[in-house]
């Protein structure tokens, strides 16, 4: 908004005020032109000084708010001309008063104490502890403050000794990592002087306990902000012949009080919350503990958090030498945490889970828990102190900043990294300081008005564009932050195995190897000797590798196997190393790289499809490269490559490499989510990757089905076989319900051809079904296609074909309740597709019977239900978990939805389909069964039908049982969305939704 131009002589004011930086210059005329800065009005110095504070406005208003206060007029003009005539006076006064309406508003309630900030000698430049435990006790016990309760003393007296702090942080005489210090060395002083008090308010507790407070968190790594909890832990101890029990009676009621003196509200406001949930068992554990308790609560029941949070322990307060007892006894607890299996990953998943509570609103603001901030700078380096600490005692400082110089220093961390890092930091912590200076409220997250962020910006030294240069800046930090997290654990390791002279200390073999094992590789040896066969040298592609591995190391890392993911990382790149476009691909689309890196982590089945033809990394990067083709453009190229071999076998290999391509594009796209699920537990819509996977590869078996067909009547007799045929898809394949080790169950079926001899008719079909199981069963590095056609009517003892009239005669005179069952998945899938249709109409009225099952039939199913429960589990499988055949398995939903089926297809059409899950929602739709038992049913068989796709993702083998191999286990866990060390959970999860789902079935099939 334009500001109106002033006339006479009040114009030279207000552009002078413009031009020092004020963004209200008509009422900081006003407030100049009043009697008691008046004397001032004109000051040079006091003008350039006002301007160069972060707002100049506000700054103007505190110096006007508190002349005021000073009262007699003698008073106000010893500040004025103080102010002007020292300089040092003059930049912290004013520059606290620019920087703090919060400070500003306790000079305005205490007049004098800005006499405070007179002195300046180098002992006041950096006090201590013992300096402010001074300053405290004169303000609570001295002269001042005894005449006052003790606990408005002891606020008042701390943000005296605060305004220090902040005068000093603003004038740019302490950095940052100083200014923290200074604000844990007060928080220090104050919990010391609390204690003090509660000691004098209640002698006798004091006299039978020693209690001693370690300062934990921010506090105990003595980098504080102006506004935060202080995290404490209480230890105690009774004294000589006291009773245990009664002593730790006094000290909960010592440390509660300790806790309230500092917490509470009163007329002086409040200091800040001492939080003590960091203890065992955090607000559910006891406020105190003996030392022999809490060693006993982190030998047995401590998590990976636990032991973290201890590298910041420090005695704080109290009975100092109990303690350091403390310390002691705990530190070899914390250097040996990294050793515990799933470290790395209880690290990484706690601080997941503090982004993900971060409100959505707030995420892109959040300096100290979003991506980028704080947060991600100190649990990088904290995470390394844990895994090199062990051998390496330069890195147990509880400072951030401290460690990561000795994690530089140490070879740990690259020094160019190491001082982005610092740099970034600093730059953060600045930020988040400066914010809560403002009002001295507890808050993480940028401001959204202008004003604020151009006072933000100035104190920082921004001053030309201020808003948008410090948006730049930030932005900047944040993600140079998320980069170098990203780094951190994985570009040293590169260095260490790569022949450069990179002038930088690199990790020793064994520093590397503790890196590697913390991550989660179980052969770390032989993750080095990949790494340099990948990373060493000087070539353009290890050096493309260099810029890759960091990222890719880290989504190993994040997966169940991290050496299957970087052997086979290894394996492809020394297959397609020398092509061009491998390595840029990799480069250049972020995506391919991670879909690569999680691909080849995930399980044997993708890996190995994909190490048989590398070049299929290409379908990795492309937009629609992991899209699912339609059955009509798979038959289409099949038939193609088929058209162009030479030979049966040459033509079958041609259509079988089509389906080991397209094989590996549905797993991994299955294993990426890229078939929209979201894969978690919680989610409910598994059934849309489940029917995905179903219906590709149902799609792909049938078109290779064709194919084979193809190939083998050319083989010999040329385009025209002397009888028409079909190939019938009959169970999971006939619904489109495949999983990836499935065989393909069929029927074959034939017509002669007018004028056809039937019996050279007959041979001939005989003949290409046996040329198509021959063909498909060829030994080859692809994977094998197992015709089964079991299902035909007589089964194995039947003619392999038949012709349409024979399929009738039979079922006609001899079929059975079970065959009719069978053919309700009954779908043609190759051949002539004139008679694929004409024996579905065959077959309709056996599997929809005219009035449904008769009541003898329902009994023959449901006894062929019981029997098969009894003699097809195998031995020594467990009924509760194996998907198919298992209580609430695959078996159990399907049987009682066929029936369903068998029973009202004749009149509902929605019932008329081969799918089960089609059916189910369809008998719902129908009122046949209830909402919650059709949910039931279908969550129990997605549940069963992923677990098979996992199982064979992940062994490269098909199975019905969850694996017994603890990795193999974990993965096919991470497949199904649970996180890394919750396998009880999915077991649990499997057991519990097939039970009920098993209840449903007894209720609804067999009528219990």
């Not at 005296?160 to 990592?177: E, K, Q």
């Not at 770390?524 to 591995?549: D, F, N, Y």
């Not at 691909?599 to 070049?615: F, H, I, K, Q, T």
Request: proline share 5%; with cysteine; charged share 25%.
């Amino acid at each position: 908004m334009a500001l109106p131009a002033p006339q006479g002589r009040r114009s030279s004011t207000f552009t002078r005020l413009l031009r020092h930086g004020f963004t209200d210059p008509s009422a900081a005329g006003e407030l100049l032109d009043s009697p008691g800065l008046a004397p001032v009005r004109d000051d040079s110095v006091l003008l350039e000084a006002l301007g160069a504070t972060a707002d100049p406005d506000l700054a103007l208003r505190g110096l006007a708010r508190l002349v005021e206060r000073q009262g007699e007029p003698d008073a106000q003009q010893t500040l004025l001309s103080t102010v002007v005539a020292a300089k040092p006076l003059r930049d912290r006064l004013l520059g606290v008063l620019g920087a703090s309406e919060a400070l500003a508003d306790h000079l305005v309630r205490h007049p004098q104490d800005w006499q405070s900030l007179v002195t300046y000698e180098s002992v006041d430049l950096h006090p201590t502890t013992p300096e402010f435990e001074l300053a405290l006790a004169e303000g609570i016990w001295g002269e001042h403050g005894a005449v006052r309760p003790r606990a408005d003393a002891l606020r008042t007296a701390y943000r005296r000794a605060l305004l220090g702090i902040a005068a000093r942080d603003v004038c740019g005489t302490t950095d940052v990592a100083e200014a923290a210090a200074e604000l844990a060395d007060l928080a220090t002083a104050t919990i010391r002087a609390a204690l003090e008090i509660s000691y004098e308010e209640a002698p006798g507790d004091a006299a039978v306990c020693r209690l001693a407070v370690i300062g934990m968190g921010k506090c105990g790594g003595r980098e504080l902000n102006y506004v935060s909890d202080v995290d404490v832990i209480f230890v105690a101890e009774a004294k000589e012949g006291v009773d245990e029990a009664k002593a730790l009676q006094a000290a909960t009621r010592i440390a509660a009080r300790m806790m309230r003196l500092c917490s509470d509200n009163t007329a002086e406001g409040t200091i800040w919350p001492v939080d003590a949930n960091l203890r065992p068992e955090g607000r559910n554990g006891p406020l105190v503990r003996t030392l022999s308790s809490h060693l006993a609560y982190y030998q047995r029941w401590a998590k990976t958090w636990e032991f973290q949070a201890l590298l910041k322990a420090r005695p704080m307060a109290g009975d100092l030498g109990l303690g350091q007892e403390y310390v002691d006894a705990l530190a070899p607890m914390v250097w040996e945490v990294a050793e515990r299996e799933n470290f790395v990953a209880d690290v990484r998943q706690m601080r997941r889970r503090v982004v993900e509570n971060i409100p959505a609103a707030q995420v892109e603001r959040e300096l100290k828990l979003g991506p980028g901030g704080l947060r991600d700078v100190e649990f990088a380096v904290q995470l390394l102190q844990l895994v090199h600490g062990r051998s390496d005692a330069t890195l147990r400082s509880a400072t951030t900043l401290d460690a990561l110089a000795a994690l530089a220093a140490g070879g740990y961390v690259g020094r160019q990294d190491a001082a982005a890092l610092d740099a970034a930091y600093r730059f953060l912590r600045t930020l988040e300081h400066r914010i809560q200076l403002f009002r001295m409220r507890r808050t993480h997250l940028m401001p959204e008005d202008e004003g604020e962020l151009r006072r933000l910006a100035r104190s920082l030294g921004l001053r030309t564009e201020p808003v948008d240069t410090l948006r730049k800046e930030w932005k900047w930090h944040a993600r140079e932050v998320r980069r170098l997290h990203e780094k951190l654990f994985y570009r040293p390791l590169l260095d260490a195995v790569a022949t450069l002279e990179t002038g930088e200390t690199r990790l020793s073999a064994r520093a590397a190897g503790h890196r590697l094992e913390a991550l989660g590789y179980a052969d770390p040896v032989a993750a080095l000797r990949h790494l340099e066969a990948l990373a060493s040298g000087v070539t353009r592609k290890a050096a493309i590798q260099r810029t890759l591995l960091p990222v890719l190391l880290a989504w190993f890392a994040d997966s169940a196997d991290p050496d299957a993911g970087l052997l086979n990382f290894r394996k492809v790149s020394d297959a397609l190393g020398k092509t061009p476009w491998y390595l840029r691909l990799l480069r250049d689309e972020g995506a391919a790289a991670e879909n690569l890196a999680r691909v080849l982590s995930a399980g044997r089945l993708a890996p190995d499809l994909l190490l048989r033809a590398p070049e299929a990394v290409a379908l990795l990067g492309a937009a629609d490269g992991l899209q699912a083709r339609s059955r009509a453009a798979l038959e289409q190229e099949v038939l193609a490559a088929v058209g162009r071999a030479d030979g049966a076998e040459a033509a079958t290999a041609a259509a079988r490499g089509v389906r080991r391509r397209e094989l590996f594009r549905t797993a991994a796209a299955d294993v990426i989510g890229a078939y929209g699920t979201e894969y978690s537990p919680a989610h409910t819509d598994h059934g849309r990757s489940v029917d995905a996977v179903g219906s590709a590869v149902s799609d792909l078996n049938a078109a290779t089905l064709a194919g084979a067909l193809r190939a083998a009547v050319r083989a010999q007799w040329g385009d025209t076989l002397p009888t028409r045929f079909a190939v019938i898809g009959m169970g999971r394949f006939g619904g489109r319900e495949l999983s990836y080790g499935s065989d393909a169950d069929v029927l074959f079926v034939h017509e002669p051809r007018e004028g056809a001899d039937e019996q050279e008719a007959a041979q001939a079909a005989q003949a290409v079904a046996n040329e198509m199981r021959r063909l498909l069963e060829l030994p080859s590095s692809d994977p094998p296609l197992p015709i089964d056609a079991d299902l035909r009517p007589e089964g194995r003892s039947g003619p392999l074909v038949r012709t349409l009239a024979s399929y009738a005669a039979y079922y006609r005179r001899w079929s059975l309740v079970w065959e009719s069952q069978a053919l309700l998945r009954a779908e043609p899938v190759a051949g002539d597709t004139e008679l694929g249709q004409r024996f579905i109409e065959l077959i309709d009225p056996l599997r929809y019977p005219a009035e449904g099952l008769g009541d003898e039939a329902v009994r023959e199913i449901r006894k062929l239900k019981a029997r098969m429960e009894a003699e097809r589990l195998p031995r020594g499988a467990d009924p509760t978990t194996h998907a198919k055949l298992g209580r609430g398995g695959l078996s159990d939903v399907e049987w009682t939805v066929q029936l369903l089926q068998m029973q009202h297809g004749w009149e509902i059409p929605g019932l008329r389909t081969t799918r089960t899950r089609e059916a189910l929602a369809a008998a719902h739709a129908a009122e046949l069964i209830g909402t919650e038992d059709a949910q039931t049913l279908d969550e129990a068989w997605v549940l069963a039908a992923r677990v098979r796709n996992a199982v064979m993702l992940v062994r490269g083998r098909p199975g019905d049982t969850f694996p017994v191999d603890g990795r193999e286990l974990a993965a096919v866990a991470r497949y199904l969305g649970y996180e890394e060390g919750h396998v009880g959970e999915l077991l649990d999860d499997y057991r519990r939704i097939t039970r009920r789902a098993r209840s449903v079935v007894e209720e609804r099939f067999y009528g219990a």
